[in-house]
């Protein structure tokens, strides 16, 4: 609980980002012995600027983190670290993990078979009507719907997901302290019901633009794969598709009309490689993700139906040896998107487990 304290503030202190937070405390060995050391000893590291060091420095005050943790803990959200098993396990695997996500609502181990739904604000009655389809479609399956919460296609597909009682989270590009955009606000409290709403930012940091392209890395990163559902030229979803791309996460794309702005940045990521998604099967049969049926509430899976080709290699590979997920990629040959949609269908069938990043037979 102590190091949870410190960590909150470190990663918390303006200037100290996920990376620079991560590698401090590998330095140092735990985000406590950084509040500790002294201001040559932080430059010494020579992990950050002295501009970085100093703000390091003047917002060590154990008075406010005591503060700033009671008031966390007060308005029942719940937090996790890098280190805890609650943190999710595909957002664990990215280049640079938020080290402390902020959550109100309630993260599950079934949320590792996730799915990002993304798109534009402004989106065309098409665009809102398919993210509704696909997210309620995929819920049904018992797949979670990951997004971002925005006005468009981001809350259509929330609610899809919602309204097929499935789960969804929001990501949100600022604190949980607020909704934004304010409109949303029953939208976020729906969420909670069923799925949560998360932030690596503190609890009382406002809504900045500059704050959401980073929340991109998160949307995909707790997914599989992300749809882009609309998406104008310049769209912030593309964005995320450049994220899940970088973190070997399968990216799909709807595609619209060819003379409709709506639609020219999906038509791209179509041009250039990304998955047409016609169908729902489109996504299940590209990410290995089985049906899924749900039964009060409960998913209910055949442990002996049989495996896809890409379950199968990992499974000769690992009778040999336990690994990694990258080297599990390395050795099988495999895409690492499916690698990691591979991986979780093992571990649900109960076929094999994971321990410290390491994957095993049972």
């Given at each position: ?12 202190v ?36 002295e ?20 008031i ?80 468009g ?10 309204e ?13 302290k ?13 969420i ?42 310049k ?15 399968e990216?799909?794309?709807v ?9 020219k ?14 169908r ?18 409960n998913?209910?899976?055949n ?15 690992l ?36 321990i410290?990043g ?5």
């Amino acid at each position: 609980m102590v190091e949870k304290k410190f960590l909150m503030w470190l990663s918390s202190v303006p200037g100290v980002g996920s990376k620079s937070c991560m590698n401090l405390i590998k330095y140092f060995g735990s985000a406590e012995n950084v509040y500790r050391c002294s201001f040559s000893e932080l430059m010494a590291s020579g992990i950050i600027r002295e501009q970085t060091a100093e703000s390091i420095a003047a917002n060590r005050k154990i008075e406010k983190i005591n503060e700033y943790f009671r008031i966390v803990k007060d308005n029942g959200i719940k937090v996790y670290t890098i280190f805890e098993n609650e943190y999710p396990e595909n957002l664990k695997q990215i280049y640079d993990p938020p080290p402390v996500l902020y959550v109100k609502g309630e993260l599950l181990n079934r949320d590792s078979l996730a799915v990002g739904i993304v798109g534009s604000r402004k989106a065309s009655d098409y665009g809102l009507k398919t993210a509704h389809r696909i997210a309620a479609r995929l819920a049904e399956l018992g797949i979670t719907i990951v997004s971002g919460m925005a006005l468009g296609i981001d809350s259509a597909a929330h609610r899809g997901a919602l309204e097929v009682n499935g789960r969804t989270i929001a990501v949100f590009g600022c604190g949980l302290k607020y909704t934004y955009p304010m409109s949303n606000y029953r939208l976020s409290q729906e969420i909670q019901k069923n799925g949560a709403i998360i932030s690596e930012y503190p609890f009382d940091t406002e809504a900045y633009p500059s704050q959401f392209p980073a929340r991109n890395r998160i949307i995909s990163g707790m997914s599989l794969g992300v749809i882009v559902v609309e998406a104008g030229e310049k769209s912030g979803s593309l964005i995320t598709a450049d994220f899940a791309l970088e973190q070997g996460r399968e990216v799909f794309a709807v595609p619209g009309n060819i003379t409709s702005t709506y639609s020219k940045g999906t038509n791209e990521l179509i041009k250039y490689g990304a998955k047409l998604v016609s169908r729902i099967e489109d996504i299940t049969e590209e990410l290995n993700l089985e049906l899924i049926y749900k039964k009060n509430d409960n998913i209910i899976m055949n442990k002996n139906s049989a495996l896809s080709e890409e379950e199968c290699i990992i499974l000769r590979f690992l009778k040999r040896k336990s690994g990694d997920k990258d080297e599990i990629t390395a050795a099988t040959g495999l895409q690492p998107g499916k690698v990691l949609a591979a991986l979780t269908m093992l571990e649900i069938k109960g076929l094999i487990q994971q321990i410290d990043g390491n994957y095993l037979l049972f």
